[in-house]
């Protein structure tokens, strides 16, 4: 199975400003994605980090919002933009194969808090 | 998904019993389900997946069915554990490896 790593684990932010979160994946991988589990929730995924391309947002979430790059077949970033005590949520990353349905695993969240 | 809030179904077992957690999944067309483990503090953990294509898959102490005719999907879990002690979401996969998250359900093991 792949290892993913997330930077920051935690943060508290105070509205208005942004936080950027890295995924590290420690081999090549064709698909990444970002979750977003609000508190006491399940898991919604806010887009597919394509390689290369701009990303894939599912209905909900904007680029202008949840701006995400991915340079490589390795590594991905999710900015949350202009945050709101709404956007408290932990955010998680994770990679899986296609087509084959190779199962997908997660990154350990990033844990956001704002204030 | 189903939003549940604070407010997780909750399946309460006795250490050495076994559990049966259940998620009934929307789309007739989806063709791959996983089941996760998520402890507290961390992301979810893969345990099982099934294709569409087959009713039942054992993995170590793990059973998961498949009722595609209700959309029904259960995991089972023998001799629960109070490592066991998790909230347990079912995932359907439908386009291009995107998954659907159930709602969840806490499993409580008592000693």
């Known amino acids: 199975s792949a290892v993913i790593s997330q930077k920051p684990s935690r943060d508290i932010c105070q509205r208005g400003t942004s936080l950027t979160i890295q995924c590290q994946v420690d081999s090549q991988v064709t698909m990444m994605f970002w979750y977003r589990q609000q508190p006491g929730q399940s898991l919604t995924l806010i887009a597919t980090a394509n390689q290369g391309s701009e990303a894939t947002y599912e209905s909900g979430f904007v680029i202008d919002k949840f701006p995400i790059s991915r340079p490589n077949l390795t590594f991905s970033t999710l900015t949350v933009s202009n945050m709101s005590p709404e956007d408290s949520s932990i955010y998680l990353c994770?990679?899986?194969?296609?087509?084959?349905?190779?199962?997908?695993?997660f990154g350990p969240g990033t844990r956001l808090t704002v204030l | 998904g189903e939003s549940v809030g604070l407010h997780l179904p909750t399946l309460s077992v006795q250490e050495g019993d076994n559990s049966i957690i259940n998620c009934a999944y929307s789309n007739s067309a989806s063709d791959y389900f996983i089941w996760y483990k998520q402890e507290s503090g961390k992301g979810p953990q893969f345990i099982i997946d099934?294709?569409?294509?087959?009713d039942k898959r054992q993995g170590q102490r793990v059973t998961v069915l498949l009722n595609k005719t209700v959309k029904h999907l259960s995991l089972q879990i023998a001799a629960t554990q109070p490592g066991d002690s998790a909230v347990y979401f079912c995932?359907?996969?439908?386009?291009?490896?995107?998954?659907?998250f159930g709602g969840g359900t806490r499993v409580l093991v008592k000693p």
């Open positions: 995932a359907e996969n439908n386009a291009g490896n995107k998954l659907t």
């Open positions: 099934i294709r569409s294509n087959m």
């Open positions: 994770s990679v899986g194969g296609y087509p084959a349905y190779n199962e997908q695993f």
